[in-house]
């Protein structure tokens, strides 16, 4: 799925549009080599952030999806805590996500803190002196 994305940005009206959106970032610290390559990033990113959240993959089927997370869950709690102690003891997590606000709210923090700490760092291309 999100390799469609990708694909089809350059190829759409609405991707065409997003991308000189992106150029805007060139006027945030960022060069004219940097917005775009970053605009493509964050697309590809936030499709990654929706296509793979936790417990998506078990569908829509409420008894379905519950019984896939509890197998889950347990697979996971069942793997051998001292080789993989961070799995074992985030196994809820992993098989569903408890908070997609939550879950949403922080990759997307992260993008932006990301994105602002490099135009922090400052572009000679993008800030001439």
Known sequence: ???LVSDRVLSSEAGLTGRT???AAAHAGLSAEQAPQVGGYLLNAVAMLVTT???REHGSDAEARDDAIR???ASLSGLPLRRYPN???SAGVLA???SPDAYFS???DMLIAGVTAIA???CPEANPA
């Open 53 to 55: 959240e936790p417990g």
């Open 96 to 98: 569903a996500c408890p």
């Open 120 to 122: 922090d760092q400052g």
């Open 1 to 3: 799925m999100a390799g």
């Open 21 to 23: 959106h992106a150029g």
């Open 87 to 89: 799995v074992v003891s």
């Open 71 to 73: 197998r889950k869950t």
């Open 106 to 108: 922080l990759g997307l």
